[in-house]
């Protein structure tokens, strides 16, 4: 049976840098987040300002290995209390008396954010709204979807406490939905802690073509007074059932799509209608980035659709024709 790469581009309110990751082969995906200090791995993000409804900004990550535990006198106050998200010693190999001078050495990091008050200049909104975010280029092909990792709380001598939450989004970042995991979900309330936490998602994110964002983020204000937390996550692990990235077209095709030519400049598609509508062409390179897009509206029946202008280079691509009701894909080869 004809199976193909699924590939989707993702598209997020704020400008990021960092492209989505795309689940290959069999579960599971493992991060460490050991070499952070080159930047932040393929897939993920830091944001500020993220509620319900928005993903938020961007947030500025320091790559410089950084103090998480704040302890003795070898810290710089500054460097260990200034707001953002950094890199640090992860808690599973650091301890809460370890001196400042040694935790830059530690080799297993964590990713991780200093809350600070909403109205810092530097960093705003992180005592609401600071959030971790993995962005999956699709499910296709996959099931029964579950994430691990570790909480930890860094710094035993912030009192304020903050509760963290896990989120799924599907192709918007407008709307986002809450998963219970197990574990503790704080950090702060002067606790250095490494908390295994685990969250399943059920069939929700089951076998989806466009993007999946999963978070664990901050929405409420931190409680109490005095310093607020230093929080990391390590060990994020996703699973799933089935081979990511491989699904049967013929399971899902509900629309033919044919080649009539194709070009390293310009590529004709063919594809058969049943309901009219505006549609959406879509070309992906073999690694996933969409190479182009283009707005159709179809009517009923047989008709062509010409993507012009593109600069491709030799070799082989995968388009996709679809809207919310219809989809097809097809590979096309360009010599």
Not at 251 to 267: G, H, L, Q
């Amino acid at each position: 049976m004809k199976k193909v790469l699924l590939l989707t581009s993702l598209t997020v309110i704020a400008l990021s840098a960092q492209a989505q990751y795309s689940l290959s082969g069999s579960s599971p995906y493992v991060q460490n987040f050991d070499g952070i200090a080159g930047g932040l791995p393929t897939g993920w993000a830091t944001y500020r300002g993220s509620s319900a409804t928005s993903i938020g900004l961007i947030g500025d990550y320091s790559s410089a290995a950084s103090y998480g535990l704040f302890n003795d006198t070898t810290c710089n106050v500054s460097d260990v209390v200034g707001g953002g998200f950094k890199n640090y010693p992860s808690a599973s190999s650091a301890t809460a008396g370890m001196a400042c001078t040694a935790q830059p050495s530690v080799i297993n990091r964590a990713l991780g954010v200093r809350q600070v008050s909403p109205s810092n200049a530097s960093h705003p909104n992180l005592d609401s709204g600071a959030a971790f975010v993995f962005e999956v280029a699709n499910t296709g092909g996959i099931t029964n979807l579950g994430c691990s990792f570790r909480l930890q709380s860094l710094d035993s001598s912030s009192p304020r406490v903050t509760t963290w939450r896990v989120q799924y989004a599907v192709g918007s970042t407008s709307t986002w939905t809450e998963v219970t995991p197990t574990g503790t979900m704080t950090t702060g309330g002067n606790t250095f802690s490494d908390n295994a936490i685990t969250a399943s998602f059920g069939t929700a994110l089951d076998n989806k073509s466009s993007n999946v964002y999963i978070r664990i983020v901050t929405l409420d204000f931190s409680s109490g007074s005095g310093n607020r937390a230093s929080t990391a996550i390590d060990s994020f692990k996703l699973t799933w059932t089935g081979s990511a990235g491989i699904n049967d077209v013929a399971a899902n095709v509900k629309m033919p799509v044919t080649v009539v030519s194709a070009s390293t400049s310009d590529i004709t598609l063919g594809f058969d209608v049943e309901n009219a509508g505006n549609y959406v062409v879509n070309l992906f390179d073999m690694v996933g980035r969409k190479v182009a897009t283009q707005s159709v509206s179809a009517v009923h029946g047989n008709q062509n659709v010409t993507l012009n202008g593109l600069n491709l280079a030799p070799g082989m691509y995968i388009a996709k024709v679809g809207n919310n009701e219809s989809e097809g894909f097809t590979k096309v080869i360009v010599h």
